[in-house]
Nanobody, 121 residues
Framework: QLQLVESGGGLVQTGGSLRLSCAAS????????MGWFRQAPGEERELVAG????????YYPDSMKGRFTISRDNAKNTVHLQMNSLKPADTAIYLC??????????????WGQGTQVTVSS
């Protein structure tokens, strides 16, 4: 089993920044593709960023490009999500996830508990 624990959420004003972290344990972190998802009340969960295990390819939906940056540190078994120019629409629970294959878009097998991000107007 791979355990994932998120941190770094909180309350921030519109236009502010937050850096989320996800610490992994239990398996070889470098062998997993990592993703950050978010889920707002009444909304479906959506992928906001991903980074593959093999060549460190990254993916962002168009709405996140230029504002969100995902990075991984295999030596520290962590993945980060830097979020800039935050908007109230970014308010959600942010979850870290992992999967064993190289595809960023396929189903993820392991999930953290999530961290709340609230952006005030």
């Amino acid at each position: 089993q791979l355990q994932l624990v998120e941190s770094g959420g909180g309350l921030v004003q519109t236009g502010g920044s937050l850096r989320l972290s996800c610490a992994a344990s239990g398996r070889t972190f470098s062998a997993y593709t990592m993703g950050w998802f978010r889920q707002a009340p009444g909304e479906e969960r959506e992928l906001v960023a991903g980074v593959s295990w093999d060549r460190g390819r990254t993916y962002y939906p168009d709405s996140m490009k230029g504002r969100f940056t995902i990075s991984r540190d295999n030596a520290k078994n962590t993945v980060h999500l830097q979020m800039n120019s935050l908007k109230p629409a970014d308010t959600a629970i942010y979850l870290c996830a992992a999967r064993g294959g190289a595809s960023i878009m396929a189903e993820y097998n392991y999930w953290g508990q999530g961290t709340q991000v609230t952006v005030s107007s």
